[in-house]
T-cell receptor, first 114, second 111 residues
Framework: DTAVSQTPKYLVTQMGNDKSIKCEQNLGHDTMYWYKQDSKKFLKIMFSYNNKELIINETVPNRFSPKSPDKAHLNLHINSLELGDSAVYFC?????????????FGQGTRLTVV | QQQVKQSPQSLIVQKGGISIINCAYENTAFDYFPWYQQFPGKGPALLIAIRPDVSEKKEGRFTISFNKSAKQFSLHIMDSQPGDSATYFCAAQDSGSRLTFGEGTQLTVNP
């Protein structure tokens, strides 16, 4: 009964390739996020969707494109992968703002670009 | 610019000791201050959180102290256990639901 699940858990790919990471949440939340954790463990938000609408779009290269087919899914597509894209990518979800804005994180996808 | 600053970067305590991690923020629009715990290979998980209208919140061995005027907050782990060894992140959230994280503290509790 995983609340926020990401696939794949590990992804090793060559520079220049295009890859996707999928995320699904079964918590009924209306907001989903992508976070990037670098090699120093620093966590930074990339995108946030609320009811399939993009509400946060941090300064991220436009090679990264999120897509939310419905409010339970938020996928991340990355074009023309670069060495610097190597990181752990976390999907998360929460129930909007206000009280109880607890964010639930997935297990992460470790992306290694070689 | 780093909106949430966290210290120390790493912390080693003996079993039974008190672990203290400090954070400071700049943006007065932040209105929710959670702490997340992350074990290796896992995603961060909410540990405890506080709103700025209270100065302290305690849940079991974990306590958040909050100083609104100084824009600082801290996590105290009482009777630290080896199982508490993890990376701890403070965070701050505004009404737009964006979480801004501190740099993280690697806590090691020696048996």
């Amino acid at each position: 009964d995983t609340a926020v699940s990401q696939t794949p858990k590990y992804l090793v790919t060559q520079m220049g390739n295009d890859k996707s990471i999928k995320c699904e949440q079964n918590l009924g939340h209306d907001t989903m996020y992508w976070y990037k954790q670098d090699s120093k463990k620093f966590l930074k938000i990339m995108f946030s969707y609320n009811n399939k609408e993009l509400i946060i779009n941090e300064t991220v290269p436009n090679r990264f494109s999120p897509k939310s087919p419905d409010k339970a899914h938020l996928n991340l597509h990355i074009n023309s992968l670069e060495l610097g894209d190597s990181a752990v990518y976390f999907c998360a979800s929460s129930q909007g703002g206000g009280q109880g804005r607890r964010a639930f994180f997935g297990q992460g996808t470790r992306l290694t670009v070689v | 610019q780093q909106q949430v600053k966290q210290s120390p970067q790493s912390l080693i305590v003996q079993k039974g000791g008190i672990s203290i991690i400090n954070c400071a923020y700049e943006n007065t629009a932040f209105d929710y201050f959670p702490w997340y715990q992350q074990f290796p290979g896992k995603g961060p998980a909410l540990l405890i959180a506080i709103r700025p209208d209270v100065s302290e919140k305690k849940e079991g061995r974990f306590t958040i102290s909050f100083n609104k005027s100084a824009k600082q907050f801290s996590l105290h782990i009482m009777d630290s256990q080896p199982g508490d060894s993890a990376t701890y992140f403070c965070a701050a959230q505004d009404s737009g639901s964006r979480l801004t994280f501190g740099e993280g503290t690697q806590l090691t509790v020696n048996p």
